[in-house]
């Protein structure tokens, strides 16, 4: 029968040849039993051969017993037994070492110019398998084994790598709960992470070979951490599986690719993904997210994050130095607050709901920002799709902090308080929006496109794109000081300053138009070139370096309003309320068109004027 042998062999110590021939032509019939404990330890070696399905057993725990099988025929199983440790070369036959408890060690045949493919059943023990030629395959089926230490990032020493993998060839380890170790694998490696049963430590170390490998993890396997460092330029690591589940990838070198994407035969990757890369590296690495919560921790290189499967309201975090250029991203959480240099973010169609519901949201860290965002709804200007946490970039410098474009609609914080963040936004599309907020400030440069922000309570200078066609904007004002540079003369900039707050009432009817004691800022200053319109005013305005006309509809609600006339045309409608007017600026054919009933005090007008 399949169990029973019909010969029984008790080896001595010094070299034996085993040759058995089976007279039946199956293979799954035990044919011959061979005891080789008393070979085990002794260096000398157990050769067998002809087409018999034998039996091997060593006893001698902690000896090794050498098995050449060079001439075992291909498709033949040989079985394992025992205690002891085997060493099995020249391998072209499947082993089954399911019943050992030593450690195992297979190499294939080599040096014949043919293919071998083998299947190896591992037992308990560690277990080595060694794809010795580049077109060799081995199938290894890793189920027996179990972990031995619960270690966090395989930083534990004293934990043994239950698997090694080398060789030329491919290898395919199948239901691996244990951990590996293939730095010295140059071929394909392919890895089923299992899922661990009741009792056994769930915890799968990989180290990797210089190919890459494809990985997947069964669904509710426990976290793999994977050492890519041995993973060379243009080599993938690819994932699959992991549903309730991550992976942690460490040590990825410059031109790797990390590639969690959508496959058409085998799915996306659907755990949590973590991956940080190599120091010192100049080489561009590549991560393409599955459809989970991702990370990518990078110092020096660049880094291309492609996230065209992830799924909606997931979170993507970027930290470090390095550049990052992240694209194909829809409604999701994009937290760069500890990134220091470029952020680059090119956004899928989104569109935010309810006006205040935004569809993405990014928090900056202290480096450049860029976003282009892809409202799925051109024709909404209303409903808010990308809110920036800008705080982390807020200085005391004007450096361009953040450049936006598209024809999404913004919603940019700032809330560092004295502290200023720089935007371009000189590429946002004319069905755009840019709404700004917070108790920071805000410096605009290269605006095309109309700013709200009657929710900042910081200082928000704006200042036309120069050299164009004409510029046509409204800004709506917060509470804080407003500072607008229509910078060319075609510019034109509409204010509606009904937000802002007078500090100080002062009356300046018969000196000034402003107060240094107590000290009373003007809480709109204008320039440029262009033309300058506020609205709704009831705070003092500084039009002094306005080259253009300025015209001011003083509000109802206006108690105090002092101006500081332009260089050129002035208008001034005061509502029955008034006004306390320095003309200092105005020159020869200047004029001050002063309109309705209010009270109003005029100083500093030249002979000209």
Known sequence: DDATAVMDIVTGSFTTTVSGDDTATDTDSLDITVDGSNLAGTGNTLFLKGDAEYAITNDVVDETLIIDIADIQSGDTVTLLGDGDFRLTSTQADIDASAISGDLTVETLSGDGVPTKIEVTAGSGLTTVDAVDADDEIVLLA?????????????????????????????????????????????????????????????????????????????????????????GSGDRIELFGGDNTGIDIDGVSGGVFIDGKQNTDEGTYE?????????????KITVLTGSD??????????????????????????????????TDIGASVIDAGNSTELVDITTTGVTGTNETQQAITITAGSGKLVVSGDDSSGSDTRDE????????LAGADEVNDMVLTGDAEYLVRNTTVGEQVTIDASGLDASGGLTLAGAGDFNLIEVTQDIVAPALTGTLKVTTESGGSSNVIEVTAGEGQLIVDA??????ITVKAGAQVDDTTDSDFENSA??????????????GSGSVFVEDVVADIDAQNLLGSLTVDISGAGADVDIRTSAGTN?????????????????????????????VGVFNLSDEA
């Open 143 to 231: 189920g027996n084994l179990t972990d031995d230490i619960n270690d966090t990032d395989n930083e534990n020493a004293d934990d043994e790598q239950e698997v090694v993998a080398k060789g030329s060839g491919d290898i395919d380890i199948r239901d691996l709960t244990a951990d590996l170790d293939a730095s010295e694998l140059t071929g394909g490696l392919i890895i089923d992470v299992g899922l661990a049963t009741d009792g056994e430590i769930d915890d799968v170390d990989l180290i990797l070979g210089s190919t890459g490998a494809k990985i997947t993890q069964n669904d509710d396997a426990g976290q793999t951490y994977v050492d890519a460092s041995n993973v």
């Open 271 to 283: 755990g949590e993904l973590n991956v940080t890369t190599a120091s010192s590296q100049t080489e």
């Open 293 to 326: 919560t991702a990370s990518v921790t990078s110092n020096d290189s660049e880094v291309d994050i492609v996230a065209s499967d992830f799924a909606q309201n997931e979170t993507l975090t970027v930290d470090g130095s390095s550049d990052f250029k992240i």
């Open 385 to 392: 799709d990308i809110e920036i946490n800008a705080s982390n």
């Open 487 to 492: 910078l060319d003369s075609g510019d034109a």
């Open 514 to 527: 402003n107060s240094t004691d107590p000290v009373d800022i003007f809480e709109l200053q204008a320039e």
């Open 571 to 599: 208008t001034v409608n005061t509502n029955g309320v008034g006004a306390s007017i320095d003309a200092a600026a105005m020159g020869s054919g200047d004029t001050l068109f002063l309109n309705e009933s209010g009270d």
